[in-house]
Each structure stands twice: as structure tokens, then as C-alpha cells.
Nanobody, 114 residues
Framework: HLMESGGGLVQPGGSLRLSCEAS????????MSWLRQLPGKKGLEWVS????????YYGDFASGRFIISRDNAKNTLYLQMNSLKSEDTALYYC?????????RGQGTQVTVSS
């Protein structure tokens, strides 16, 4: 089970930190990822992933602005999002697996608008 939180309304240039609490599986053993669904789009866009060792990977649009991290003691995944742009407005999901093809949470809405 995965539960995202931390979304909300933020002005362009602002920051948000998303959290994803995991339960029911050995969190520390899994690569974890963040995906997003842009408004009006059906598919999910891969944002970032972190493997069990803590190595982080980012999509081009996220590199330099977003930071993925994990706290295995708290079974929690994070996404620190800085310098947010209107085009970052989306429903953000956390998921198991490097490409997010495993279990997915319900999502948390991020809206970037002035």
C-alpha cells in the first residue's frame, strides 16, 4: 500500500515536498519512483526513481529542480520539488519499481499557478 501526501497549490517558482508512505512490503528492498499525470492526458509521465542503494535518477524536466530521497526507517519516499513551473501541474503518484510499473498510490494533486 502506498499513500501520497504533500500536494497543493503553489505559485510559480515555489517549492513543495511530496511524501509517500509505504506499508505491507519490504520498502527498503524496492526501487521506488514518482510518476505524474498531466491535465488532459491519459498516460503517466516518469518523473524520478531511486534504487534500494539510494542512487537517484531523473527525467530531463526534473533534473536540477527535483530531488528524490527515501527514509527506509520510516518506509517513506520523498520528492522535493523546487522552482516549480505551471507545466508541473499534475497528479503525482509514487509507485514501486524503477519505472513505476508495480503498485501505485492514489496520487496527490500539485497545482502551480499564480
Amino acid at each position: 500500500h502506498l499513500m501520497e501526501s504533500g500536494g497543493g497549490l503553489v505559485q510559480p517558482g515555489g517549492s513543495l515536498r511530496l511524501s509517500c508512505e509505504a506499508s505491507g512490503f519490504m520498502f527498503s528492498n524496492y526501487a521506488m519512483s514518482w510518476l505524474r499525470q498531466l491535465p488532459g492526458k491519459k498516460g503517466l509521465e516518469w518523473v524520478s526513481a531511486i534504487n534500494s542503494r539510494g542512487d537517484a535518477y531523473y527525467g530531463d524536466f526534473a533534473s536540477g529542480r527535483f530531488i528524490i530521497s527515501r527514509d527506509n526507517a520510516k518506509n517513506t519516499l520523498y520528492l522535493q520539488m523546487n522552482s516549480l513551473k505551471s507545466e508541473d501541474t499534475a497528479l503525482y503518484y509514487c509507485a514501486t519499481g524503477f519505472r513505476g510499473t508495480g503498485v501505485r498510490g492514489q496520487g496527490t494533486q500539485v497545482t502551480v499557478s499564480s
